[in-house]
């Protein structure tokens, strides 16, 4: 019994006819540019909201101790922050901190309204 066993390197596919002989290289899967930006793009569209909501987490206000202060006639927000904020700290980060306590959309107060100001 004869062994049909050729000596060809490994993974080559070796076709036989009519006496003549070719060997023919193993195909290779081969990304092109398109394939690699499809690939990329499936990538990032799994990763961003993973990292999107890690953040969001960390980015989660802390609770703030608060006390209520009612506006008196002529007072402004600028009077209020100037009188509650910390040594060192700018007037407008106070203002700012104030707005988004309180959720005003501008600086402009009524007299009588009621606001939150941080604890201090």
């Known amino acids: 019994m004869t062994s049909n066993i050729s000596s060809q390197p490994l993974g080559t596919t070796s076709m036989q006819s009519a006496g003549a002989s070719l060997t023919v290289p193993p195909l290779r899967s081969r990304l092109t540019r398109r394939g690699r930006l499809i690939i990329t ?31 008196a006639p002529g007072e402004t927000l600028w009077e209020i922050a100037q009188a509650t904020k910390p040594p060192g700290k700018g007037i407008w980060d106070e203002i700012t901190n104030i707005k988004r306590l309180n959720d005003l959309p501008t600086s402009a107060l009524s007299t009588g309204q009621t606001i939150l100001l941080p604890a201090r």
């Open 41 to 71: 793009v499936l990538l990032l569209t799994l990763i961003v909201p993973v990292v999107s909501a890690a953040a969001d987490v960390v980015k989660q206000p802390q609770p703030v101790e608060v006390v209520l202060h009612v506006v």
